[in-house]
């Protein structure tokens, strides 16, 4: 078995447009939720969210890329071209042959689905766009990252809901650590934020009008973000070969299924999934100084993540801190574990846990250090991340300092 | 605009070339559209004409509809045009 690293980190969030600048506004605390702009905002009964501003696509697009990417596609290459750029890697012969692309995404092109939707039920057109199959599907963003690098190997795209890119990464990892890829491309993104998406979740009743205040007693629900988080998983021996810097070690994963409902979490399969990655990975519970948790600011949720840490961490859990970025950057469903991958990263590499910021008044339910409201500096060398999806699909990552 | 200057401005554009560069007796290929290329120009077209092509991707020489030439794309138009309006 191989020991994989990861050589290189991209994003776009409601954050920054890159890595650097989201780990500043992590750092800060800065919250990148705001108010929606978007068409038919005044119809909607949730109007905030953490869009993405200031993002150019017509520019680093031509006509062509333009008329096949959606807003998941585009992020997703922004986020790809980041990571590839920082591991130094380009990739011919036989390493383009065995490398390929592992992402995650829950809705893919969903605002392709609702411009198309609303062209041909409310505007009564019945002709749409040639492209608008190939640019919706779930994994449209794949295959231009493994066009536009020249990846050849095994590339499919995983669709678990909130899970969908720890899940993805997960994969990836095991297949590098098999030694079946020296390289691959994972991570994530979503973009959802479109009248049909923000509408959707709507009927859920779980989304807050106001803000995103993960493990607060006063929390009333989540938010959602959009985005995308890439990273370049390499096998270790090849990284080093190559004098390649190295961000973090995949150190283990584990995924497993509440098999119970299709909303509800439970404490159980949350607690296997974080027992289970820390025994694939070797690692001992008393190792662990930092959760970025799936912390989605729901009633439901955040309690039962906080009991499943009790159970797996005994009086560990008192030591350990776990924090929800989604507080600052929303929650990204089927990305959200991509970009969140950072903050972790950030712990490893520059001793600073993001912090979760609306944090207003303890929950007796959430009694653990949650890092409220500023980060902290403080010395980690393992750390997890968390997701736990609808369906109780859940996959756990852990990352280790190297 | 006439029917054979628009359909030349909408292939000039797919091709990303100057429509003088059109001539009629241009194939698609000469101009480097490709299957995915011919399928947005008759997008294209059916938009600015309000027709509808008879274009199959499958099997373009089974529809009834020559694509084989700029002058045989516009004749077809032209035929559509009459028989649809």
Partial sequence: MNRVVITGAGTINALGHDVPGTLAAMREGVCGIGALELRDVDRLSIQIGGQVRGFEAEGRYNRQQMSLYDRFTQFTLAAAKEAIDQSGLSFS???????????????????????????????????????????????????????????????????????????AMAQAFAMVRAGMAPVMITGGSESMLCFGGVKAWEGLRVMSRDACRPFSANRNGMVQGEGA??????????????????????????????????????????????????????????????????????????????????DVFGPHADKLMISSTKSMHGHLIGGTGAVELLACIMALRDGVIAPTIGYEEPDPECALDVVPNEAREAAVTVALSNAFAFGGMNAVVALRAV | MSTKDQVIAIIAEQAVLDPSDVTMDSTPESLGIDSLGLVESIFAIEEAFDISVPFNANDPQASDFDISTVSSIIAGIERLRAEQS
């Fill in chain 1, 93 to 167: 012969g036989e390493l383009a042959a065995k490398s390929g692309v592992v992402l995650g995404t829950a809705g893919g092109g969903v605002s392709t689905w609702d411009d198309n939707y609303r062209s041909v039920y409310e505007d009564g057109k019945n002709r749409v766009h040639p492209f608008v199959v190939p640019k919706l599907m779930n994994n449209a963003a794949a295959c231009h990252v493994s066009m536009e690098h020249n990846l050849k190997g095994p590339s499919f795209t995983v669709s678990t809901a909130c899970a969908s890119s720890n899940h």
């Fill in chain 1, 229 to 310: 988080g890439v990273f370049v998983f390499e096998d270790y021996d090849h990284a080093r070969a190559r004098g390649a810097q190295i961000l973090c070690e995949v150190a283990g994963f584990a995924m497993s299924s509440d098999a119970s409902d299709i909303v509800m979490p439970s404490k159980n399969g949350a607690a296997r999934a974080m027992a289970g990655a820390l025994a694939d990975a070797r690692i001992d519970r008393s190792e662990v100084g930092y959760i970025n948790a799936h912390g989605t600011g729901t009633a439901a949720n955040d309690k039962t993540e906080c009991a499943a840490v009790a």
